[in-house]
């Protein structure tokens, strides 16, 4: 019988060795998504969608979040891709994993979502060649053994409730505020 995750599973699992309740640990270990000092003191967790609009305006803040802690926040991304109502998430979630791979998640993960209405296999493929990734190793075949990294994240996701994306938890919490800078830190704890 499995156990439902709590919001504290999340932190847990972006925290250390393992996984949620129910989901199959990440291949490579939790902290490879990790934004800022893997090592801070405040994680902010965000399962998100590479084409959800709402997760490319939610980015920005965020990242200047981590960047104005001086080390204090760090930042998790989990795959949480709509591919009911998004049909290119899911292969761009493989595309910025195979970047991660060759160790540019991040900046994979920014310019996808700088062309957000352009994430079919060519223009991934044109993104890879532009960030001197291997364009090869980020769609079709090469990519498929990705996908269970996508899916670990998507059912530790659903384990904790997510249903829409961004979906944020501070330190294990969900926040609902605004997805501001001044909104975000508001939340962090004092």
Do not use: K
Not at 68 to 79: A, F, I, K, N, T
Not at 123 to 128: H, S
Not at 145 to 151: D, I, Q, Y
């Amino acid at each position: 019988m499995t156990t439902p995750a709590t919001p504290d599973d999340v932190l847990r699992c972006e925290a250390g060795p393992g996984g949620l309740p129910g989901a199959a640990p990440r291949p490579e270990g939790p902290a490879r998504l990790v934004l800022g000092d893997p090592g801070a003191p405040v994680t902010i967790t965000e399962f998100g969608d590479l084409e959800c609009p709402y997760c490319r305006q939610a980015a920005e803040p965020l990242r200047r979040l981590v960047a104005e802690s001086d080390g204090g926040v760090r930042l998790v991304w989990r795959h949480f891709p709509l591919f009911q109502v998004h049909p290119h998430a899911l292969v761009a979630a493989l595309a910025v994993e195979a970047a991660a791979d060759q160790g540019m998640f991040w900046p994979m993960q920014q310019a996808l979502f700088a062309q957000q209405n352009r994430l079919t296999e060519p223009d991934l493929r044109a993104v890879a060649r532009t960030l001197g990734l291997d364009p090869d190793a980020v769609t079709g075949p090469a990519a498929q053994p990705l996908a269970a990294r996508v899916e670990a994240d998507y059912v530790a996701g659903l384990d904790l409730g997510v249903a829409g994306t961004p979906t944020i938890y501070v330190d294990g919490m969900p926040y609902d505020g605004p997805l501001t800078l001044a909104g975000l830190r508001r939340a962090l704890p004092a």
